[in-house]
């Protein structure tokens, strides 16, 4: 009922799955995001519906160092939206995890450096793989 016209595989991975992959970023963190989301940014894509970019091969290889991952393609989609992806952590509070997400929403950089991640909509073209 959530998703009816489903979910990419971000949405599979931290929504759906129960072996959710809470060492990157927490379901109930993905959850709180999305509700907001839904709440005062409906306009925005959902992060459960949407596939991932980094902007330049430096950042995707740095990505991929930090978080695990496979190979790196390039893509070819609409991007629908930017957000620091560096906002998606849950601070000492709710108070400062749901100005975080506001912000993340808002497309703000929040008051860290920005590490932006581009949402997707899928279905994504995927192209050569280049690392």
């Known amino acids: 009922e959530l998703f009816p ?6 949405g599979e991975r931290y929504f759906l799955q129960n072996e959710a992959q809470a060492m990157i ?10 509700q907001v989301r839904r709440a005062a940014f409906a306009d925005c894509p959902s992060r459960f519906q949407s596939m991932f970019a980094l902007e330049t091969l430096t950042e995707a290889c740095s990505c ?7 190979a790196i393609y390039k893509v070819n989609a609409d991007v629908i939206f930017r957000g620091n992806m560096n906002l998606l952590n849950a601070g000492n509070s709710i108070l400062a ?14 008051l860290q ?19």
């Open 113 to 131: 450096d920005p590490y932006w991640e581009f949402l997707l909509k899928c279905p994504v073209k995927v192209g050569e793989r280049v690392a």
């Open 25 to 34: 970023v927490s379901p109930m963190l993905e959850l709180l995001f999305e």
């Open 5 to 10: 016209e489903g979910v990419s595989s971000h």
């Open 64 to 70: 991929q160092s930090q978080f695990g991952g496979g």
């Open 97 to 110: 995890t749901s100005w975080f997400a506001i912000q993340y929403w808002k497309g703000e950089t929040g």
